[in-house]
Structures are given as structure tokens and as C-alpha cells.
């Protein structure tokens, strides 16, 4: 590993810091670096909240609505809690909020003298959405995007997220001001790519990977969701929409396929009901392994 690089020093190799987590930094002056400077967020970075320390941030994003990005988003926060991280979830999709909702917490948030604390789900995940600062949240938002731009700046600034090992962003559909605030300003780890068993969905996935190459920002895998349905009489798994293209759209793109997740009345039912944490997210079993050993 580059000590130059981890460390930001002008010193390089005569720094003394061997690994990214000593230069903390640790090695204090003789490394001639100050302990703010290694604070200093990647250039064009925005630091998160002075009360907060994130260890990863995740965004996810679909190429067009209604793919289940919110659902899929809301699952991997569940599954890496049960795994005993510290999680919490973001929901950049200012004029259409839907975590809230399915985490069953409801706002207004308490503001402090370090910023607002986000709600926090039963089992101890953080959420932050535009709900959650609403009298009435059946009011909708209508902004323009830079406003809506910098909201989402703020969510990442001026909440009090404490520590997190794991930061997920719900990305609003498709690829206008909002996933391009997120991806310049926030550190991101990398992006999930959700997509639906249609052509259309398929078809409209190659724009978000487009948009993240170039924001050079690393796809961690894609998810497909809706792959398949769950009989709610029989519990049997069958193709509402005919045989998933998943894998091969993933082939396509040069990504990771990182699992699916089929229709399932339960789902929808526990989102409505607040109380998607009860679902049984095993389902992704594989794709939390796969992303931790990114
Ligand atoms: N696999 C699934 N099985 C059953 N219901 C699902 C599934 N995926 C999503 N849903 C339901 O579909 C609805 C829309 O899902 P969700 O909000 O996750 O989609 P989205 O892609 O985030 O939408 P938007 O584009 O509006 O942000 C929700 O009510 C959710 O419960």
C-alpha cells in the first residue's frame, strides 16, 4: 500500500505509517503530517458530520422506477445488521421518501447543537429521509435540483450518524442531479445496480453503469429483484415474467451478478406494514459475503 498515498504527507515513505489505520495518525509529528490533515476528505469529498465516523458508504441505484430499488436497499441494511454492523440508511430520493415507511418509523426528527439525530428502526438501524422533517408526509416536494442536490448534501453533513460501518444510499430512479450529487460529493465505496426481469429494465441499466464508469465510481454487482414470484398459497417460486435475464445482464456489463430476489406477497406486506425487518433476508446470504470482500 502507498504510504504516500494513505497518509497525505508530503514525507511518503519516510512517514513511518505502513498501513492505512496507522496513520490515524498515530505516528503524530514525526510523520510531519497533523492529525486534521488526514481528516481531509478525497478531493471534491464532502467531509460527513464533525459528530460522525462512516466507515462505508453503499449507494444503490436503478436505471428506471418502481424496480424495487427502495425495497432491495432497505434489505441489505437489515441483512448486514442482523450480521451485528452498525447500519444506516439514507434516502436521497427527496420527492419520493419510502424508507420511513417500510423501517415503520415516523419523524420529526430532534435537531442538536451537532446536528439531527436521525430515527432509529427496532432493531438499531439509523434512517434519514425527507419524511422524517415533515408535519404532514402525504405534503409532496416540489423543488427544483439543485435544491433537492443539496438536501441530500446535508443528509450526509448535518446528521448525526455517530458510527457507522455501513452507510446505504437510496438513489433516486435514473440519472439526473441527485445520483450525481451523491457519487461527486459522497465517498463512496461503490454502487449496487438494481434491475426487473423486463427488457426495458435491462435496457436502461447500461445508462446507470455508463454514469458510473464515468463518474469513476466502482459497480459492486447487480441484484435483480422481481425474478420470480412466491405462490402464497403453495410457497413455491415461479417466473411472473418469464425466465430472469439477470445473470446475463450482469454478463453483459461486465458486473458481478450478486443474487436475486423474487416477487413475494410477504414483502409487500411487511413494507407496508413498516416492519420489513421481519422478512426473511436471507435471501442475501450470498450478496452481503460477496460485497464485504470487496
Ligand atoms: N420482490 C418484491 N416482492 C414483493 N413486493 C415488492 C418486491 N420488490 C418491491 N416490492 C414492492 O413494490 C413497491 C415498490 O418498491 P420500491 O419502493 O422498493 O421500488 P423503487 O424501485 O425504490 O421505487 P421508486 O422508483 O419509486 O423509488 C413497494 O411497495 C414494495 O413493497
Given at each position: ?55 462505508n458508504v453503499i449507494a444503490v441505484m436503478s436505471?428506471?422506477?418502481?424496480v424495487g430499488k427502495s425495497?432491495v436497499t432497505?434489505l441489505l441494511a437489515?441483512g448486514f ?85 455501513y452507510?446505504f444510499v437510496d438513489l ?16 463512496l465505496n461503490g454502487l449496487i445496480v438494481v434491475t ?9 441499466v447500461?445508462?446507470a453503469v455508463?454514469?458510473a464508469?464515468?463518474?469513476?465510481i466502482p459497480i459492486m454487482g447487480l441484484i435483480e429483484n ?24 450482469a454478463?453483459?456489463?461486465?458486473l458481478r451478478f450478486l443474487g436475486?430476489l ?22 442475501f446470504?450470498?450478496v452481503i459475503?460477496e460485497i464485504?470482500?470487496q
Amino acid at each position: 500500500m502507498e504510504e504516500k498515498a494513505n497518509c497525505g504527507c508530503e514525507e511518503g515513505k519516510g512517514c513511518g505509517c505502513k498501513e492505512e489505520k496507522d496513520c490515524g495518525c498515530g505516528e503524530g509529528k514525526d510523520c510531519g503530517c497533523e492529525s486534521e490533515e488526514t481528516k481531509t476528505p478525497v478531493p471534491g469529498k464532502i467531509p460527513v458530520n464533525n459528530f460522525s465516523e462512516v466507515k462505508n458508504v453503499i449507494a444503490v441505484m436503478s436505471g428506471k422506477g418502481g424496480v424495487g430499488k427502495s425495497s432491495v436497499t432497505s434489505l441489505l441494511a437489515c441483512g448486514f445488521r442482523k450480521k451485528g454492523f452498525e447500519v444506516g440508511v439514507l434516502d436521497a430520493d427527496i420527492t419520493g421518501p419510502s424508507l420511513p415507511r417500510m423501517f415503520g418509523v415516523k419523524g420529526l426528527l430532534e435537531a442538536t447543537p451537532f446536528g439531527l439525530l436521525p430515527s432509529e428502526s427496532s432493531t438499531g438501524i439509523k434512517v434519514m429521509s425527507m419524511n422524517l422533517l415533515m408535519h404532514d408526509e402525504d405534503e409532496p416536494v416540489i423543488w427544483r435540483g439543485p435544491v433537492l442536490s443539496n438536501t441530500v448534501k446535508q443528509f450526509w453533513t448535518e446528521v448525526v450518524w455517530d458510527y457507522l460501518d455501513y452507510l446505504f444510499v437510496d438513489l433516486p430512479p435514473g440519472t439526473g442531479d441527485v445520483p450525481l450529487t451523491v457519487m461527486q460529493s459522497l465517498p463512496l465505496n461503490g454502487l449496487i445496480v438494481v434491475t426487473s426481469p423486463q427488457d426495458l429494465a435491462a435496457m436502461i441499466v447500461k445508462k446507470a453503469v455508463k454514469m458510473a464508469n464515468l463518474m469513476n465510481i466502482p459497480i459492486m454487482g447487480l441484484i435483480e429483484n422481481m425474478s420470480g414470484a412466491v405462490c402464497p398459497k403453495c410457497g413455491e417460486e415461479f417466473q411472473l415474467f418469464g425466465p430472469g435475464h439477470g445473470r446475463e445482464v450482469a454478463e453483459k456489463f461486465n458486473l458481478r451478478f450478486l443474487g436475486s430476489l423474487p416477487v413475494d406477497p410477504e414483502l409487500s406486506v411487511l413494507c407496508d406494514e413498516g416492519k420489513i425487518e421481519d422478512y426473511k433476508s436471507d435471501i442475501f446470504t450470498n450478496v452481503i459475503p460477496e460485497i464485504l470482500l470487496q
